[in-house]
């Protein structure tokens, strides 16, 4: 976990390391002030599949690590495992109104910035939201891609992240929308583009192409691609390539 400031009209975020799913690590943002409650719980990564066939999104699923005493109380206020998103609303807003539930402003349901998060109905219409289909005029659309360019610029600015990292114990599993951990080849069933400040998910299996080097991760296009690769996908890469032809047999030809 950690803070990010920028001068001038200062934002101080925090950025949560989830775990890894969709070919990536995923991380989320959310405000310097609530990071002291989010270190009150653990985390993990949960995969959400529509079931109209509109793809699937990455949500901040948390829990508390231990419930005894000193837990008691937080417990009480928001229970002990849910949507950090909505965990962080009624620590902070009160409960829920019947019908409603917490949706993200910019459509990027990892952004959990209090600021990005809004009470919408319970119907499915934040779905509609985060794949850009309702009509929308212009202050809520420019609104929705100021917010969403913060989001990636602090993801941009993160330092290359080690693919050798250690998950911490209380880094779980990931979870599928039926709240059972997802195998290794269920979390492979969508990709994300993996440019870390891009939250692109493909709509339909190998929708996005392949690093034609390394042949390991996905890109939505190729601009993702070349930002990725100057953020430290090249060392990566070259790395995995070389250990494809370290490991293959003697007189086979690298494919």
Not at 152 to 168: G, H, Q, T, V, W
Not at 237 to 253: L, Q, Y
Request: proline fraction near 5%; charged fraction near 30%; charge should be positive.
């Amino acid at each position: 976990m950690a803070a990010r400031r920028r001068e001038g009209n200062t934002v101080r975020m925090g950025v949560v390391f989830l775990g890894s799913i969709a070919g990536k690590h995923k991380y989320m943002l959310l405000e310097a002030t609530d990071i002291s409650f989010a270190r009150k719980f653990g985390f993990r990564v949960l995969l959400d599949l529509d079931k109209n066939g509109n793809g699937a999104r990455i949500y901040a699923y948390c829990f508390v690590p231990r419930e005894d005493s000193s837990s008691a109380a937080l417990i009480a206020q928001c229970g002990s495992e849910g949507f950090f998103h909505e965990l962080l609303w009624r620590h902070t807003f009160g409960s829920l109104p019947p019908g409603h539930r917490v949706g993200h402003r910019n459509g990027i349901t990892v952004d959990n910035r209090l600021a990005n998060l809004e009470l919408v109905k319970a119907d499915g219409t934040d779905w509609k939201r985060a794949l850009g289909k309702p009509s929308e005029g212009p202050e809520t659309a420019d609104r929705r891609r100021v917010d969403s360019d913060l989001y990636r610029a602090a993801l941009a600015r993160l330092p290359p992240f080690p693919e050798e990292f250690a998950e911490p114990r209380h880094f779980l599993a990931p979870l599928g929308s039926d709240g059972l951990p997802l195998s290794e080849d269920s979390q492979e069933l969508f990709r994300e583009c993996h440019y870390v400040a891009c939250v692109k998910m493909e709509s339909e299996m190998r929708e996005f192409s392949r690093c034609s080097r390394c042949r390991k991760v996905r890109y939505c296009s190729g601009s993702c691609q070349t930002l990725d690769w100057e953020q430290g996908h090249r060392a990566r890469c070259v790395e995995a390539v070389r250990a494809k032809i370290d490991n293959r047999p003697r007189g086979a030809c690298l494919r």
